[in-house]
Each structure stands twice: as structure tokens, then as C-alpha cells.
């Protein structure tokens, strides 16, 4: 019997983009993404568009609480494979797009209360801004659309190529043809709603299925998505 196997296994992970190199910043602004999601343990690839120190990046990293797996080649590419560290080839970026609007409800702990979006009354350390966000345009090849702050409601579909992400709950009233994230960071009980699903991959909670895995009975049909006891994803037809 051979002393080694290769088996395959899907592993998801997270992408974390750095505009600073201040491990201060870095530190506090990380700390506070955290502290609203369940984010310990995440697998994490590391992206920067500014010179790193990229040992004590690692180390700022693991210290709260992420396993940092690799990096994106770039700026970090000579200096990840000086030290052996992994590096995963550049991808082709999308074009992020803002939301046609946006609706904030703050929510205070235990109490909860609403502002609009022109409110800016700061948020205390028991408040916690939920926002949705609304688009009216077919979401096109090569565009993406995140809201790492709640849910995601799409009046018309995406072609392929597209992608939306949220920390909450997916709405599309149209034809999913591209990537769908729900519950980004760890949310659970986040869920996915869609008129027609054709998706080349939807997730919740990092849990995900790519097309072909995709259940036959609810191709190109209204679908509700979610995860089950034992985490997987459920596909319920939806009767409209």
C-alpha cells in the first residue's frame, strides 16, 4: 500500500485587499469587520495594492484570529516566494458597481431603531448598521456588486460572468446566470431567492455548489436557497 494519497476537497476562502500598509489601521478596521461576523478561522488570500512588510502582515493576520494561505501575485509576489510562501496567480479583476440606492436601518442592542440613508448620526458601540441595497440594471459580464454590510435585492438578472455578494440575504427577480454569495463572513442563516437559476456557482456561508452540481429539478425555475442542519445547501422550488 502507497504511504501517501491525493484526495480533492473543496475549501472556501476569503480574499482581504489592503489600500494600507499601517498595521494599526489594518488592525483596528479588521478588528471591527470581525467583531460583526464569524470570521475565526477563515482561510484568507491576500491581496495589496501597496508595499507590505508581508511576514509581520502574516503574523497581524493570524493574530485575529484568520489562517492566511497564500497571496495574490503582484506587489507580494517577489516577497511571498523569498520567504516560500504561496502565491496564487492575478486574476482578471470585475468592475465593482454601486447599488442603484441603498436603505441603512440601524439597529441598537437590545433596543433597534431606523435612520435613512442621509442620516449620519454615528453609530455607538451597541448600534450596528444593516443596508440594503437595490439595483434596477441586469447586472453585465464582468461587473460585481457587494454589500458586506446586509442584504442585496436585484430587480432585474445577471448574465454570466457577473457576480453578487452579501453579508445577508440575495434577492434576484430575474435569470441568475453568474456567481451568487450569500451570508459572506459566516452568516448562516443567510438565504438565497431567485425567479430563475441558471447560476455558475451560488454559496451561503462558504458552503457552495457550481452548476453541474446544481439539482435538475430547479434549473430555470423560481428557487429558494438555503442551509440545513447538517450545512448543506437546500434548493426548494418555489411556487409563484
Same mark, same amino acid.
Given at each position: ?44 488570500? @491576500? ?7 508581508? @511576514? ?40 465593482? @458597481? #454601486? ?10 442592542? +437590545? ?8 442620516? #449620519? ?33 436585484? #430587480? ?63 434549473? #430555470?425555475? +423560481? ?18
Amino acid at each position: 500500500m502507497a504511504d501517501i494519497r491525493i484526495t480533492g476537497r473543496m475549501v472556501n476562502f476569503s480574499r482581504i485587499t489592503f489600500d494600507t500598509n499601517d498595521h494599526d489601521v489594518i488592525r483596528q478596521q479588521l478588528s471591527n469587520i470581525l467583531n460583526e461576523g464569524s470570521y475565526q478561522g477563515t482561510l484568507v488570500i @491576500i491581496d495589496s495594492t501597496v508595499e507590505q512588510e508581508l @511576514i509581520a502582515l502574516i503574523q497581524l493576520l493570524v493574530s485575529l484570529g484568520l489562517q492566511p494561505m497564500a497571496v495574490i501575485d503582484g506587489i507580494l509576489g517577489d516577497e511571498a516566494r523569498a520567504i516560500q510562501f504561496p502565491v496564487l496567480p492575478a486574476d482578471q479583476p470585475l468592475q465593482r @458597481i #454601486k447599488a442603484t440606492a441603498e436603505q441603512v436601518a440601524i439597529v441598537e442592542k +437590545p433596543a433597534s431603531a431606523q435612520a435613512s440613508v442621509e442620516t #449620519k448620526k454615528p453609530l455607538n458601540n451597541n448600534a450596528v448598521a444593516h443596508i440594503t441595497s437595490y439595483h434596477d440594471e441586469i447586472l453585465r459580464t464582468g461587473q460585481s456588486l457587494v454589500q458586506d454590510q446586509g442584504d442585496i435585492i436585484l #430587480k432585474a438578472g445577471m448574465n454570466s460572468g457577473s457576480e453578487v455578494i452579501a453579508s445577508g440575504n440575495i434577492h434576484i427577480y430575474g435569470t441568475v446566470r453568474g456567481r451568487v454569495i450569500a451570508g459572506a463572513g459566516g452568516h448562516a442563516a443567510a438565504r438565497i431567492f431567485c425567479q430563475s437559476l441558471e447560476a455558475e456557482l451560488v454559496s451561503i456561508a462558504g458552503t457552495y455548489c457550481v452548476a453541474d452540481d446544481i439539482p435538475k429539478h430547479v434549473v #430555470k425555475k +423560481p428557487v429558494h436557497i438555503y442551509l440545513n442542519e447538517k450545512q448543506e445547501l437546500e434548493f426548494e422550488a418555489l411556487e409563484l
